[in-house]
Every structure is written in C-alpha cells, then in structure tokens.
C-alpha cells in the first residue's frame, strides 16, 4: 500500500481521534506504533464498537480499546497467506524490531467475503414531503431525488440486496404515483409492496398499515440515509441480546473550531479547552426491529419513531444502541449533503 503513513497512529491518541483517522484512510483499521514505529497495537471499527458497548468512552485512549497483540507478517508472501486463509482487513510486515515497513491488503482481482444472505423483509418509510431538500422535492419526492444516476431509494434498496434481503414494504404519501411510476418502468422488477398513507403518520406511524404482515425480524429504514456497515454483525447483535429494536447509530467527531469556555457563578472560568474534539452517537433513522412493535402502534395517529421506542422502553422492552463509524452512513437529508454523497459514492 502507497501510504503506509495514513494507517499509523500513536498510543496516545483518544479514541475520537484515533476514528477520525479509521475513516480517513477509509479501510476501517488504524495500527498504533510507537516513536520507533514498532507496532503495539491495532484497532477496528469492531474494537471501536465492543468497547463502547462494554461502557467505554469516545474520550478513553485508543490503546485501552486497541487488540495489543495484532496479527503480523515477516515478509509480504507470509502476509499474502495470512490474508487470504481469514478475513483480515490489512496484514502489516514488519522487520526484525518490530517496526512496520510495509502493509498487505488483497491482490488485485481477488475478492474478500461474500456476504452472508439474510432473508430479513425490509420496510422503507418514504412518505415524507423531505421538505429540507427543497425546491427539489416541489418536483421530485425525497426518494426519487438521484445521487449520480440512480436515486437515494434504489441505492439503498440494492445495499440490502447485496445480503439478500429482496422483499421491499415501501410507505408512501406525498407524490406516491410518481414513486409507483418509477418502479413500474424499472428493468430490475423489485419485489415491492405498496402502503399508501391517507394522511403524513410521521416517521414510525405507517408501520400500523403493516401490522399482521411480519412473524419476524425486519429492517425499517428513512429513505435519506444509505449505510455500507456490515448489515450481518447488527442482525447477529439484535438476535443475541434479545432486542426488541436495535438502533443504528452512528459515531460523529466534530472539531469545534474555536476555544470553548465553561463558565460558573459570577463569570469564574471553570475550564477552557482550545478547539475541542466533540464525540457523540447519532441516529442514522435505520433499525432493526421486531413485529410485535407494530401492535402497539396506533391506527391512522401520527406519530414520530423515537416516540414509538421510548414507548417500548417504557414497557421494560429492550432497546439498544449498534454504533457504527460515522464513514458507514452516508445522509442526504439536507442539500449540502448531496454533492457529499456523490462524491463518496462515484468519487470525483
């Protein structure tokens, strides 16, 4: 790999920090060295999220979160082995002391993984009026506004397809005949069913007009955000805990640009911090989801899904939170999102 350098992060790094550089180099690892840069360790988006999970904090150093014994090769044909006998992102080589000269991620042509097929039914709730992404949608609905050539709603679609997930339940309301036309004339004859809204029931109030329609698990998702995580891992998590919706979050690391203050009575500095790092989890609006939640959803009441989840917590259902990095989640609910996306998805 030519830049060996963007995969190289010290030991005192935060956590925040230490993902910020994951998602530069955009292969979801970063290798902690030393000032020698003798390897001491190796970190994941997956080490990441079990030591978030586990109670950890983005503000925590990276080594407390780091794998202190990661795998390594001697030379790049011992790499090219490692590589490729299990899923490993990146093999890096390093020399007699340790120090790592050179990094294996695949050969040209050879694939990684196939993704595990899930079967899981999809549900995507398309009826909003996406108001933040005017004037566009005065002409097109949010779903059917392009990012490159292909529109938000089948970009996303075919992210669930690439597991397997082919049963589509699209929730529509404003400009529903245009969302119908599209599909109609589509070549790639997706397997979708139809619910139309009589009136806007919010982000989770649709889901009534599927009550009895599901005897398991499926994903319910805004038509704004496209995720490129690894859809398997949250299925396999929302399983293991016994969830009744798990939600998809997203880690955000934001540089406040200027010196923070905190102030206390009578105007007395209590702390200052000079450009601060600030970490926190967002919801990307996709979940996972159990079909008994449905029955608690009023019929034709508009209501907002994170009312629908305080309501399931409030039952003593559980409810819980699957982190993933901030370069999984791609949104274009806002216009200067748009270009962002399309330049992620197509480059340059």
Not at 105 to 134: C, F, M, W, Y
Not at 278 to 301: A, H, K, M, Q, R
Request: charged residues 25%; aromatic residues 8%.
């Amino acid at each position: 790999m030519d830049n060996i350098k963007a995969f190289l992060g010290k030991p005192n790094l935060t956590l925040s920090e230490a993902m910020q550089l994951i998602d530069k180099n955009a292969c979801g690892i970063l290798f902690l060295v030393d000032n020698n840069g003798k390897l001491i360790g190796c970190l994941t988006d997956g080490d990441v999220r079990r030591f978030l999970l586990k109670g950890g904090k983005m503000s925590a150093m990276a080594m407390e979160a780091a794998n202190k014994k990661p795998r390594f090769a001697n030379t790049i044909d011992e790499a090219k082995m490692l590589y490729h006998k299990k899923n490993y992102i990146v093999i890096p080589v390093v020399d007699e002391d340790g120090t790592i000269i050179d990094l294996y991620s695949g050969s040209p042509g050879i694939q990684k993984r196939r993704r595990e097929p899930l079967h899981i039914p999809v549900v995507i709730n398309a009826g909003g009026r996406g108001t933040r992404l005017d004037p566009y949608t005065r002409v097109l609905p949010k779903p059917l506004i392009p990012v490159g050539d292909i529109p938000i709603i089948e970009l996303i679609m075919q992210e669930y397809q690439s597991y397997s997930c082919d049963e589509f339940h699209i929730i529509v309301n404003y400009k529903k005949d245009l969302m119908k036309a599209y599909f109609a004339d589509s070549e790639r004859n997706y397997n979708i069913t139809w619910y139309d809204e009589e009136k806007p029931l919010g982000t989770g109030g649709g889901l009534s007009l599927l009550r009895g329609r599901f005897n398991d698990t499926f994903f319910f998702a805004n038509c704004d955000a496209l995720l490129t995580a690894n859809y398997e891992s949250m299925l396999k998590f929302h399983k293991d805990n016994g969830n009744a919706i798990t939600m998809i979050c997203a880690y955000k690391n934001i540089n406040i640009p200027y010196g923070v203050v905190e102030m206390g009575a009578n105007g007395v500095i209590m702390n200052m911090r000079e450009k601060p790092l600030i970490s926190f989890l967002t919801n990307t609006g996709i979940y996972i989801v159990e079909p008994e939640v449905i029955n608690d959803i009023e019929d034709d009441t508009p209501i907002g899904f994170p009312d629908i989840i305080e309501h399931q917590r409030h039952k003593g259902q559980k409810v819980a939170v699957f982190p993933v990095s901030e370069n999984d989640w791609m949104d274009m609910g806002q216009i200067s999102e748009l270009e962002k996306m399309r330049i992620k998805l197509y480059g340059e």
